[in-house]
C-alpha cells in the first residue's frame, strides 16, 4: 500500500504498542523466509495492519525474542507461524510488484528506471506469491486495468476511480469459511482501499499540478479551494465510519487494541496531517 496505515503510539498502552511492533518484525521475518531478502525491503506497517486483522480470534501472538541484520544482540519480540502472516506477506510482494510496474508505466525511461530495477529484482518474490495467491493477483491486475483506463481518460468522478483501489484491497481478505466475517472483513477492506487512494491524491496534490500529471482529486476539484477540502474530508470521513461500523461486528482477537486505534486514531491524525501539509515532514522525522 502507501504507508498511510498506522496506529498512534501515543494513544496505545505499552503492551498493545509492543504487540504492534511484534507483528510487524513478524511479518519482516516472514516475507524473508517466504520470498527472499529483495521482498524485505516493501514492508510497511500497513501490511502489519492487514496481518492483525486477518488473525483469527484464537491467534496466538507466539512472539519470541529474534535477532536481525537491525538488531543483532539482543533481538527483539517477532510473531512467528500463522497463516495470516503469510496471506499479508505474499500480498504485499504482489502489490509493491504491481505498484513498481504501474510506476514504470506512468514515467519517462530514466524517470522510471528506479522502479524498473526494484522489479527486477522483486521478480523471483512476486511470482512465487502470484503462486501461492493467484486469485489476488488476478484481481489486482484487473482492478487496476479499469484504474489506469479512467486515469488515462483523466475521468472527474472520485468515486469511479477509488472505487477501482476499493475493490482491489478488499480482495486481500480470502475467504475464510466464515460468509459473515467474509463479508464484514471485506467492508472494511473496500472503505480502507478508498480511504488511501484519496488520502494519497491529497498528499500528491502538489507535485501532480507541477507535473500535469493525473491526479482524481484535482479532476474532481481543479480549483482544490478550502470549500473542496472540506466536502473531500467528509466523504473520506464517511469510509471511515464506515470502516469503524464493520470493525464492531469482528469477534476480538488479540490484536483489537491496535486495529481499534488505527481506525479511530492513527487514519484520523494521518488524514489531518496530509490535509494541512504536514505529513510528508512528519514522515522525514521517523514519525
Known amino acids: 500500500m502507501f504507508g498511510y496505515v498506522r496506529a498512534r ?44 486483522l486477518l488473525a483469527p480470534a484464537g491467534a496466538g501472538t507466539g512472539a519470541g525474542c529474534r535477532r536481525c541484520l537491525l538488531h543483532p544482540v539482543k533481538g527483539k519480540p517477532a510473531c512467528t507461524g500463522g497463516e495470516w502472516l503469510d496471506i499479508a506477506a505474499d500480498e504485499s510482494v504482489i502489490l509493491a510488484w504491481w505498484k513498481l510496474r504501474d510506476t514504470v ?34 484481481g489486482v491486475a484487473q482492478c487496476l486495468a479499469q484504474l489506469r483506463e479512467l486515469e488515462e481518460a483523466r475521468c472527474p468522478s472520485i468515486d469511479r476511480t477509488a472505487d477501482c483501489f476499493a475493490r482491489l484491497l478488499a480482495q486481500a481478505a480470502p475467504e475464510s469459511g466464515d460468509s459473515a466475517r467474509n463479508r464484514v472483513i471485506g467492508q472494511l477492506l473496500y ?19 507541477r507535473a ?42 488479540p490484536w483489537t487494541p491496535v486495529v481499534e486505534n488505527v481506525i479511530y486514531s492513527g487514519l484520523p491524525g494521518v488524514e489531518e496531517l496530509v490535509f494541512t501539509g504536514k505529513w510528508r515532514e512528519h514522515q522525514r522525522k521517523g514519525g
Open 212 to 253: 500535469g500529471r493525473f491526479n482524481p482529486v484535482l479532476a474532481r476539484f481543479p480549483s482544490w479551494t478550502e470549500e473542496d477540502q472540506t466536502y473531500l474530508r467528509q466523504s473520506m470521513d464517511q469510509s471511515l465510519g464506515l470502516m469503524g461500523a464493520a470493525f464492531q461486528l469482528l469477534e476480538p482477537n
Open 9 to 52: 503510539k501515543d494513544t496505545l498502552t505499552e503492551e498493545s504498542w509492543a504487540d504492534y511492533e511484534a507483528v510487524y518484525c513478524g511479518l519482516c521475518r516472514t516475507l524473508g523466509e517466504r520470498r527472499g531478502l529483495t521482498a524485505r525491503l516493501f514492508l510497511n506497517y500497513d501490511f502489519a495492519f492487514l496481518a492483525m
Open 105 to 138: 508505466a506512468d514515467s519517462g525511461f530514466f524517470r522510471g528506471f528506479p522502479a524498473r530495477l526494484l522489479s527486477l529484482f522483486l521478480k523471483r518474490a512476486y511470482r512465487g506469491a502470484r503462486a501461492a495467491r493467484p486469485e489476488f493477483d488476478a
Open 191 to 209: 472503505h480502507l482501499g478508498r480511504w488511501i487512494y484519496l488520502v494519497d491524491g491529497v498528499d500528491d496534490v502538489e507535485e501532480d499540478r
